[in-house]
């Protein structure tokens, strides 16, 4: 059973799941855990579907009401992506929660006769929860400031520095050997 956002899909062909990862383009040194370093992408599907206008076995129970099948998932796929929300999607591979539709195309192919053929593309949204924790310090080491009023800095009179030639510190080793 292939059904999308509630709607099933008669037909399901071509289904392609993408499940990346992304790892660091830099060294890792020897003893690090590997794991730090990738980063698992988005699930991405693509597949190729056909809702018929008359649908055989199960369908045509489930769809006993609705009069034009094809027009009816062609509207579906137009509300979903103006709806912009998250979606689940079942396929015989699995069943995918948070995903959105990224891309419908429609088949304009005239050998399947009254039917609305498709290829749609989903993206999985990953949901995070922000938790915020705050950290009151019990004893802050950093002394309360003083005020100590406003003072001039003091002047330091200014003396005049020796010759070069009679200080100790501006002669070079080199120079006493040659001498």
Known sequence: ???IDG???DVVDNVTISRPSQSTEFPVERGVDVADHVRTLPVKISLQGTVSDTPIGFFVLERAEISK???AAREHFKAIQEARSLITVVLAQGTF?????????EIDN?????AYSFRAEFKEIKLIDNNRVFVEVANPRARKKRKRGSKSPKETPKQAPEPAAKTKRNQSILH???N
């Open 7 to 9: 709607f099933a899909i």
């Open 97 to 105: 929660t948070n995903m959105v539709l990224v891309n419908v195309t």
């Open 176 to 178: 006493g050997l040659i």
């Open 110 to 114: 005239s050998r399947i006769g009254d």
């Open 69 to 71: 099948p094809s027009e």
């Open 1 to 3: 059973m292939n059904i």
